[in-house]
């Protein structure tokens, strides 16, 4: 397809230039104003040309519109083609004349085609190459796309897009020294069949000696693959030359393995053992006698005794109820109340009680000594009515306290010595309290009225105590000064018994469970308890083993009662951890019907101590029944002293004895 060129005007300069040549055009003079465009006429109708009858479509050159008076270039003339549903030839375009008038030159028409305007390629960038690179850090693609194809190849502006001109073949250029660093090629199979050739040919010229194994112990391990090289020989050792292989394959080597041992062989269990040389022993006779025992190396019976009596004390260590608590104890009563300096005496005790000890538990027992030594319940107060607020301070210097503050003293002397330790407030069944009836129902809840302590012992274990209960009690409104190291070494179950807390969370039981408000009143024991007295518990008789533990027995019930006590711990000992042998516990009965009196020993195996009598042999209804601790007989301590003993004396006539009671019970 044949095209028509236009003049090249490529810049503005050369489009005033060539206006200014025109003999039509007058440049406007400098300095006067430029007047106004004029209005836009009427836009023409675009010619439509008709079809003549050899089927060809004549084409006109479209009229130039007005030329604008502002100096911009005058914009492309937009493309028109005919319809596509006719066929229509294509006739070579006129030459363009050029008007005799002096106006400018009209611009040549498009020749329209039949077939549809082909889509415009995508823009390939230009094969022109970079003469520098930009020191900015703009893309290759924006600077590419500001050479045009026009600065390369230009054409005219009115040529058709059907054009079938060729387009230069761009060309691709290498990237720059050093731009791309390509990883190393992985090594050919040549290569790697080389390599592994060398690596076999240097593995036949060593000698490789297997590791002596046993035949037990070493397991078959087949070869795989080839073995690491191993570290040259040292120069003193002369390098012999392998042997010829006949074969093609060297067989992998077995480890070598040791001859079987032989049959008098005793192979050692440990590896301690197994690095000794053991020798083979000879044949034995056997009419050859074993050899001696080592009397030197055998132990005696004291040294037997000693080492039970020694882990026993270990498991009592654990207890404490049988631990050992003298040394803190004796430290408690060196530092009475009236010798303490009056600046921070709560710092003072903390560090002359609780330095010396680094058992936790021994620290927590030191402080519940001495405010058994130095504090006293003030009964004035309590039964006044009238009782006053004080600090820590002045309660240690008052040495007077209700149960409140022996809990404040206890806690703030336990923090500073680095305990952890809460006050609990409660209900304590203690001085006023009354228990309840057969089916008498508990009153409403209401846990006040007494204070206690929670510490922090070894191992982590919190303990419940109650420094209060522990240095004395009350009695016809008169404080009894008497220390109760019970308050201190009951376990949380048992001390629950008697103390229910506001807060739930300081029960500390072992077993974790709540007990109830109504639990809690009632008791173990629906009904009132036996009457239980404080000098069996110095003696290591426990009030929770007691039984019968109602305090009523029915007289003409027709069963044998038993009577039944057990020793606080099974790990107490009366000559260790009480004041001496045990005494003879008797039971004092009225006999059938109340009529005559007598007194029953119970029998013992050590930690039981017990007695079966018939209920009609007790009494009669009203009387009273009692448990008593045989404490002289016949002017002289009873400690010791044997049923036999006591039957024997009784026997003899004229005899003198006193006792102890331990609990009381009523006949019914």
Not at 43 to 57: H, M, R, S, Y
Not at 213 to 231: C, E, K, T, W
Not at 293 to 319: E, G, H, K, M, Y
Not at 422 to 449: A, F, M, Q, S
Request: proline share 13%; with cysteine; glycine share 6%.
């Amino acid at each position: 397809m044949a095209e028509v060129e236009e003049p090249k005007l490529n810049t503005l300069a050369d489009r005033i230039a060539a206006l200014n040549r025109q003999k039509n055009f007058t440049s406007p003079p400098a300095g006067a104003k430029r007047p106004p465009p004029p209005p836009p006429g009427p836009k023409a109708p675009a010619p439509v040309a008709a079809p003549n009858t050899n089927g060809t479509v004549p084409t006109q050159s479209p009229s130039l519109p007005a030329r604008p008076q502002k100096r911009i270039p005058p914009s492309l003339p937009q493309r028109t083609n005919t319809s596509l549903s006719e066929p229509v030839a294509e006739t070579p375009p006129a030459p363009p004349t050029r008007p005799t008038n002096g106006a400018p030159p009209p611009l040549p028409g498009r020749k329209n085609s039949s077939q549809a305007s082909p889509a415009l390629p995508a823009r390939r960038p230009s094969a022109q190459p970079f003469h520098s690179r930009r020191g900015s850090n703009s893309s290759e693609v924006s600077h590419i796309s500001t050479i045009s194809n026009l600065s390369l190849n230009p054409v005219s502006s009115r040529t058709s897009t059907a054009s079938t001109e060729t387009q230069p073949a761009r060309r691709v250029l290498a990237p720059a020294l050093d731009q791309a660093k390509l990883p190393p090629l992985p090594p050919s199979r040549k290569e790697r069949e080389a390599q592994a050739a060398r690596e076999n040919a240097g593995r036949e010229t060593e000698v490789v000696k297997a590791p002596l194994l046993s035949v037990q112990s070493a397991p078959v391990v087949p070869s795989a693959g080839a073995r690491p090289g191993l570290p040259p020989r040292l120069p003193s050792r002369p390098r012999q030359s392998p042997a010829p292989s006949h074969a093609d394959e060297s067989p992998a080597t077995t480890p070598r393995r040791l001859p079987p041992p032989p049959s008098a062989f005793v192979r050692p269990t440990t590896t301690f053992d197994s690095s000794r040389n053991h020798t083979s022993p000879g044949p034995r006779s056997r009419d050859d006698a074993p050899p001696p025992v080592p009397l030197s190396s055998r132990p005696t019976f004291a040294q037997i005794d000693a080492v039970a009596v020694r882990a026993s004390a270990n498991q009592a260590n654990s207890c404490l109820i049988c631990r050992d608590f003298s040394a803190p104890d004796s430290v408690a009563a060196q530092y009475p109340n009236h010798s303490l300096p009056r600046h921070d005496p709560v710092g003072y005790l903390a560090s002359v009680l609780c330095g010396p000890f680094p058992s936790a538990t021994d620290k927590a027992r030191a402080i519940f000594t001495w405010c058994h030594h130095n504090i006293a319940y003030n009964v004035e107060e309590f039964f006044g009515k009238c009782i006053k607020g004080r600090n820590v301070d002045e309660t240690i210097f008052h040495g007077k306290a209700v149960c409140q503050g022996y809990a404040e003293v206890y806690q703030a002397i336990a923090q500073r010595a680095g305990l952890q330790c809460v006050v609990i407030g409660g209900h304590g069944k203690g001085y006023g309290y009354k228990p309840l009836t057969k089916n008498e129902p508990p009153p409403p809840r209401n846990p006040t009225g007494h204070a206690w302590n929670a510490v922090c012992i070894d191992n982590g274990e919190w303990k419940l105590l109650d420094a209060c209960w522990g240095a004395g009690s009350v009695g016809n409104e008169q404080y009894h000064k008497q220390f109760k190291p019970q308050m201190f070494c009951l376990s949380n179950e048992l001390f629950g018994l008697k103390h229910f807390p506001q807060d739930e969370r300081y029960f500390f039981r072992n077993d974790g469970r709540i007990p109830t408000w109504e639990e809690y009143m009632i008791g173990p024991v629906r009904g009132e308890k036996a009457e239980f007295y404080g000098t069996a518990t110095d003696e290591g008789v426990s009030e929770f083993t007691f039984s019968p533990a109602e305090k009523h027995i029915p007289v003409y019930s027709g069963e044998v009662v038993r009577f039944q006590f057990g020793k606080v711990c099974e790990h107490w000992q009366p000559e260790r951890h009480g004041k001496g042998r045990p005494y003879l516990l008797l039971m004092k009965i009225h006999g059938l019907d109340g009529r005559k009196e007598d007194l029953v020993p119970l029998e013992t195996d050590g930690f039981w101590w017990w007695a079966d009598i018939s209920s009609r042999d007790l009494g009669a209804p009203g009387q009273t029944v009692f448990l008593y601790a045989l404490t002289t007989l016949n002017n002289k301590d009873a400690r010791g002293v044997s049923k036999e003993e006591y039957y024997r004396t009784k026997s003899s006539g004229g005899y003198s004895m006193s006792w102890a009671i331990y609990a009381k019970w009523e006949l019914v």
